[in-house]
């Protein structure tokens, strides 16, 4: 599957945060702690160029806290990434993020001179709920459904705090299909643009191979599952996701796995660690390489066949000249 999802004001927000860039003196990247680096908006990463980013780990509390430390150690010798586990429901990080921000912008922070923070991220990743928790109020849409707010809002934390928040805007092309996958797997794709059994399908297979237990648990199943396919129709005939004969509606199956995996019923997982994502771009520049080999190979077979061509064309035009008038006979 490849998600090609880049709508009007996706282009539009792409604009107003490279034109806003220069004004901030940080980026506040929401991620979703379930997927790491497929949340990741690499468009954003070019953007903010040597601004630094402090990356929140959002729904820490639907993650697995080990893979996440993975993560958390993958950044952490990166001079510009500064990386935390996080909920917007827990009071206790709530109250950390100023001193977070406070640590990296250290020349800031009074009234005269607030620091200027970005709030960024896809969709659906939680940055509407961040914004109301740190204000203390409802100032920005939050809902399931991924590109809830879609304008820039510039507001105040404290005299010393300000924060920008910005559409949730997905990059125009996602090169690595795996992610793809992870992105609808957890929702950060509107459900109109994916295949709710194909998504489910890769859904189960990647719990069956990471957390078989946990799907035997939910599902009260009789045996580690195996099969993806047929372990959604043992969920869609547990959950009553059938037609008429008593057949196993798929679709209705699917959408009651995927609902199950957003919202954590399941269990905590993280879908991806450092390692399978590096492997994972390797097949994507090796696939890139290889069709980039290709299409050299046939322009350079269609260069001969070119001059050919032209040659036969050359020495058709001189036979012609050559060829004596019948006047002149």
């Known amino acids: 599957m490849s998600v090609q999802w880049f709508p009007g004001h996706m282009n539009k927000a792409r604009r107003e945060i490279e034109k806003v860039m220069t004004q901030v003196d940080l980026v506040i990247e929401v991620l979703d702690a379930r997927i ?15 601004v630094p980013v402090l990356r929140l780990l959002n729904k820490k509390d639907l993650a697995d806290a080990e893979r996440v430390n993975l993560w958390l150690e993958h950044w952490r010798d990166h001079e510009q990434i500064t990386a935390y586990p996080f909920s917007t429901n827990d009071k206790a990080d709530l109250a950390k993020l100023s001193n977070w921000v406070q640590k990296l912008v ?4 009074s009234a005269e001179k607030p620091i200027r923070a970005m709030i960024a991220g896809i969709p659906n990743v939680g940055k509407s709920s961040l914004m109301n928790a740190l204000l203390g109020k409802r100032v920005a849409k939050v809902g399931n459904e991924p590109a809830v707010t879609k304008a820039q809002q510039k507001l105040r934390v404290h005299d010393g705090f300000q924060i920008l928040d910005t559409p949730g805007i997905l990059w125009p092309k996602i090169e690595n299909p795996d992610a793809s996958y992870r992105l609808a797997v ?7 643009a994916i295949d709710y059994e194909d998504v489910a399908i890769v859904g189960l297979q990647f ?11 939910r599902y009260k199943l ?3 599952p195996e099969d993806a396919w047929e372990t959604l129709k043992v969920i869609g005939s547990k959950r009553g996701a059938l037609r008429s004969g008593g057949k196993v509606d798929m679709h209705k199956a699917a959408e009651v796995f995927l609902s199950d995996v957003r919202s954590g019923a399941i269990g905590p997982y993280v879908m991806e660690t450092p390692a399978m994502v590096a492997e994972e771009w390797q097949k994507v520049e090796q696939v890139k390489a290889e069709k980039e080999a290709a299409r050299q190979a046939r322009l350079a077979a269609a260069v001969p066949q070119r001059q050919q061509q032209s ?6 035009q001189h036979t012609d000249q050559e060829q004596p008038n019948e006047d002149d006979k």
């Open 222 to 224: 009789k045996a580690a």
């Open 106 to 109: 250290p020349h800031r922070g």
């Open 207 to 217: 719990f069956i191979k990471d957390y078989s237990d946990a799907l035997t648990t």
């Open 186 to 192: 957890t929702g950060a794709v509107r459900d109109t």
């Open 311 to 316: 040659n036969v064309e050359y020495r058709q």
């Open 36 to 50: 790491p680096d497929s949340s990741q908006n690499p468009m954003l990463t070019t953007l903010r160029g040597d």
